[in-house]
C-alpha cells in the first residue's frame, strides 16, 4: 500500500499540489491558470481521448463489467441529484454537477495514468474501458445538460453542442474505431505528442484555481464527498458482488470508483457561470482523501 501510494500516486497527485501551493504563493496566477486550463481542454484532450478510443480493443472489452458500472453511475447520480436539490437546496444546474462530483471520477487525467504506472498499458484496459464509456456517454450527458440547463433550453444550446470539440472528438474516434478505419502513423505520432500534456497541464490549472476556492467543509460539501469516496465505491462492489462476483475487471473497477471528484465538473461550473463555492470543496477535499482510498483498493 505504501509503495504504491509513494510510487504511483503521489508522482500524479503532485502536480495538483504544486498548482495548488503556486496558486497560494501568487506564482501562479488565477487568469493565467483559466487560460492553460482552456488549452488544455479544447486542444490537448481531444488528442488524449482520439488515442485512448481509436487504439481500445473493443473485442476485449467486458461489457458485462461496463454495464455493471454504468447502472451503478446512474444510481448513484439520482442519489446525489436529489440531495443536492432537495435536502441542500441547491440550484438545479449546480445540484446536477454536485451528482457528477459523485460519478464522474477523474479517471482520464488521474486515475488512468496511475493504473498505468501499477499494471502497464496492458493491465489498465479496464480503466481505459471506463475512460471510453465516461468519454463517450456520461461526459457527453454532462456536457449537453449544463448547456441545456445553463443555456435556456437545447435549442439555444444546440449550436455549441455541435461545435465541441471534445464531443466531435469522440464520436469521431468511435467511428473510426467500429469501422477499423486506420490511422496514419504521422497522426498518431502528433496526438501521442500533443495527449501526453493534457494531464499534467489540467491538473496543474486545476491546483492553481482551486487554491483560491473554500475549504470549510459545510453539510453540501460533506454530503457530497462521502457519497463519492464512500457511497459510490461500495455501490460499484455490491454491483458486482450480485451480478458478476468473479468478474475479473472488479478490482480496478473499484480503484476508479475511489478516486477524487473529476475536474470537469468544476471546468463545466466555470465555463458556464455556475456556483462553484461547493464544487471546488469537493473536488479539493476528495483528491486529497482519496489518496488513502487509492491505495488501499490498489
Known amino acids: 500500500m505504501l509503495h504504491v501510494l509513494t510510487h504511483n500516486i503521489l508522482p500524479v497527485f503532485v502536480m495538483l499540489a504544486l498548482g495548488y501551493v503556486m496558486g497560494k504563493l501568487g506564482t501562479a496566477k488565477q487568469e493565467e491558470a483559466r487560460a492553460l486550463n482552456r488549452i488544455a481542454f479544447l486542444v490537448l484532450q481531444p488528442p488524449l481521448i482520439f488515442m485512448l478510443l481509436t487504439g481500445l480493443d473493443l473485442s476485449a472489452v467486458r461489457f458485462d463489467a461496463i454495464g455493471i458500472y454504468a447502472a451503478v453511475e446512474v444510481i448513484a447520480f439520482i442519489v446525489a441529484f436529489g440531495l443536492a436539490k432537495f435536502a441542500f437546496k441547491c440550484e438545479t444546474a449546480e445540484a446536477f454537477l454536485l451528482g457528477m462530483c459523485v460519478v464522474f471520477v477523474n479517471s482520464l487525467l488521474y486515475i488512468w495514468p496511475i493504473s498505468t504506472l501499477i499494471y502497464g498499458e496492458e493491465g489498465a484496459r479496464p480503466i481505459s474501458a471506463i475512460v471510453a464509456l465516461d468519454a463517450s456517454a456520461s461526459f457527453a450527458f454532462f456536457i449537453i445538460g449544463i448547456q441545456v440547463l445553463a443555456g435556456g433550453g437545447i435549442r439555444s444550446a444546440l449550436p455549441a ?133 487509492l491505495a488501499w483498493l490498489a
Do not use: C, Y
Not at 457530497?224 to 475487471?249: D, M, Q, Y
Not at 466555470?270 to 469537493?282: C, K, M, S
Open 161 to 293: 453542442i455541435v461545435r465541441n470539440p471534445v464531443l466531435i472528438t469522440i464520436v469521431l474516434s468511435l467511428a473510426l474505431n467500429m469501422t477499423s478505419v486506420p490511422i496514419p502513423e504521422p497522426i498518431q505520432t502528433a496526438a501521442r505528442f500533443a495527449g501526453a500534456g493534457a494531464a499534467p497541464l489540467t491538473l496543474f490549472a486545476l491546483g492553481v484555481v482551486l487554491s483560491a476556492a473554500p475549504l470549510r467543509p459545510t453539510a453540501p460539501v460533506i454530503g457530497i464527498s462521502a457519497l463519492k469516496l464512500l457511497a459510490f465505491p461500495v455501490l460499484v462492489w455490491v454491483g458486482f458482488t450480485v451480478v458478476s462476483p468473479e468478474n475479473p475487471w472488479q478490482a480496478q473497477f473499484l480503484l476508479n470508483a475511489g478516486g477524487p471528484a473529476g475536474a470537469m465538473a468544476f471546468a463545466l461550473a466555470l465555463l458556464h457561470g455556475v456556483r462553484t463555492d461547493r464544487i471546488a470543496p469537493v473536488i479539493i477535499w476528495t483528491s486529497v482523501l482519496s489518496l488513502i482510498t
